[in-house]
């Protein structure tokens, strides 16, 4: 279960690469929109319910 864990962060990671965005946007970005923002809520979200699942 460790290994999907980590699948998945790191698949989920990749979604927040600069490639996907535009200048300035990005984890490294220096302005974000709520629209960002709301993705990474998500991300976390994902996350957080593989770690609970993982536990179980």
Do not use: E, P, R
């Amino acid at each position: 279960m460790k290994k999907i864990a980590f699948t998945l962060s790191l698949a989920l990671s990749q979604l927040a690469s600069n490639a996907f965005a535009h200048d300035g946007h990005g984890l490294g970005g220096h302005h974000w929109h709520a629209t960002d923002v709301l993705g990474f809520v998500v991300a976390a979200a994902l996350v957080a319910v593989a770690v609970y699942f993982g536990k179980k």
